[in-house]
């Protein structure tokens, strides 16, 4: 399993960035995860409800002639049906066979004649991406049958600690969708919008934010106005990085930039600032989508401000998402990242050293990992793109 962090991980979250602010990067984070799981294939949907109708769909790692028949035939004979699909917890990593037993799917016609010949599983692993009436966003990922079975939750867990980062991704894909949509204001979808958000200008000035952003300002220490309501964070380096943000917003080789880490200094906090570009540099106004933006007459940018998770101990619960550990298993990776040994955290947590080894030996199965050097080493790699919070 390591060698999926070292080689691949990185990558994987820089495309799923990339794919959350400009959809037609899908197709390059869905041909990597075929790489990264042993020549998988799959299939990356989502589907309309009210228009019954996919928007999205892409099949990778898959011969044409097999997604021509399932177009044509198949679809119809599918025993994983969209409802199925769409009960499916948000974010959580599960087997088709959960929804669908192997045993009456082997007797299919659906798995002899199409699932079978390609070497599908029928347990290959599923993701539910919305959890919204009338819309299903799904990822399947399919490593070959006889590698996938033997290993099943060596799979599961590596697709697990990507997951909550594709589920960002397809939110913030909603949103950026939601601003090339002329019929759809952008009043209204500031006031609809769950996280903090805020228009800017390049020097930071505020336009307009939601009364989430409000209450960021006003309850938290990780942001604040200026005296001359520039939007400004705190902590001279975090102030840096989002200002730097703002002002170059779109103007990087026409990209939005990677998302900031930022922490609230008071209560340790961990969020994510997403900075996007609402007009381009020299763009032609009459093509701008929103007349709130045009009347502004400059560059523009939208500041989405993402909470990690929604507890106290954010460091925490960071570490127990992405290495998808215990409670318990984080707080001790969180103590040996600290440099505590193994004995000063057993006495310190107030349980047997016993205990403690067997959360170590638990969490060496779980991230591949054999001694404390390595299990460290690995934690930092993994959790850096998200500045890691000491508590």
Not at 62 to 83: I, K, M
Request: hydrophobic letters at 40%; aromatic letters at 12%; proline letters at 4%.
């Amino acid at each position: 399993m390591s060698s999926f962090f070292e080689d691949d991980l990185s990558t994987l979250i820089q495309l799923i960035y990339d794919a959350a602010l400009d959809a037609d990067y899908w197709p390059f984070f869905l041909d990597q995860i075929s790489q990264s799981f042993d020549s998988a294939k799959g299939t990356f949907f989502i589907f309309d409800g009210e228009k019954s109708d996919y928007p999205f769909i892409y099949d990778y790692n898959v011969d044409p002639d097999y997604s021509r028949a399932f177009e044509q035939y198949y679809s119809t004979l599918n025993p994983y049906t969209l409802g199925a699909l769409g009960n499916m917890p948000q974010g959580k990593v599960v087997y088709a066979s959960e929804f669908f037993s192997e045993e009456e799917c082997k007797k299919t016609e659906f798995y002899n004649d199409f699932l079978k010949p390609q070497n599908v599983s029928t347990a290959h692993t599923c993701i539910n991406l919305e959890n919204y009436p009338n819309r299903i966003a799904t990822l399947i990922v399919a490593p070959p049958a006889h590698i996938f079975d033997a290993k099943r939750e060596f799979y599961a867990n590596k697709l697990q600690l990507l997951a909550p980062h594709i589920v960002r991704a397809i939110e913030l894909n909603r949103l950026t969708q939601g601003l090339q949509l002329a019929q759809q204001s952008l009043e209204t979808l500031i006031l609809n919008f769950n996280w903090p958000l805020f228009i800017v200008d390049q020097n930071g000035r505020i336009q307009t934010s939601n009364s989430q952003a409000e209450q960021l300002i006003q309850k938290s220490s990780l942001l604040y106005l200026d005296n001359f309501r520039c939007l400004q964070a705190k902590g001279i380096q975090q102030n840096a990085a989002l200002t730097k943000a703002i002002a170059t917003s779109g103007q990087i080789n026409g990209k939005t930039g990677e998302p900031l880490p930022l922490i609230d200094s008071r209560s340790g906090c961990s969020y994510m600032a997403w900075v996007l570009p609402l007009t381009q540099p020299n763009s032609d106004k009459s093509n701008q989508t929103f007349s709130f933006i045009n009347e502004l007459n400059k560059q523009c940018s939208l500041v989405i401000i993402v909470p990690l998770d929604g507890t106290s101990d954010h460091s925490i619960d960071l570490i127990t998402q992405a290495l998808n550990v215990t409670q318990a298993e984080a707080r001790l990776i969180n103590a040996l990242m600290d440099g505590t040994t193994l004995t000063e955290y057993a006495l310190k947590s107030k349980i047997s050293k016993n205990t403690a080894k067997n959360h170590l030996a638990n969490i060496y199965y779980k991230t591949g990992t054999t001694r404390q050097a390595e299990l460290v080493a690995f934690a930092y790699k993994l959790l850096g793109p998200l500045e890691r919070i000491k508590i």
